[in-house]
């Protein structure tokens, strides 16, 4: 084999496995039993730092404020292993009743889950959750 060929291999190579770690990962949300029609999907891809960015989509959500009782906000949650939540922002619903939320994470393993809440910037979940999944990357 020429040194040119190995080389170009080797390139080759290199660019297949820097795409499979860069690769997309996709995990669906398990719905509450009081909202089964509740859908969630996360995509998962890793940013040029290393952390895993989350673009999440839901469906099928009532907006908050015709919840019983009425809540203001969904409220996005990040939890890492033996770690706490950490409110990662509000998940506007739209008049089709779906909401996206997308940002990074440090983590590569940790739970998602959205909450219905009286306030979107509480700092511990307090309120009803609609969805959830683990992530293990």
Known sequence: MTMRREIVLCTALALL????????????????????????????????????????????????????????????????????AENRGALRVNEELEGEYKGPTPYKSFDIFITAEDNPSVTVPTGTEVLRQTVMK
Do not use: I, M
């Open 17 to 84: 496995t820097l795409a499979a770690a860069c690769g997309k990962k996709q995990v669906q949300l398990n719905p509450a039993t009081s909202n089964p029609a509740a859908t969630g999907r996360a995509e998962l891809t890793t940013d040029r730092n290393g952390n895993t960015v989350v673009d999440l989509k839901v469906k099928h959500l009532a907006k908050p404020e015709n919840l019983t009782p009425a809540k203001t906000a969904y409220v996005v949650w990040f939890q890492p292993r033996g770690g706490p």
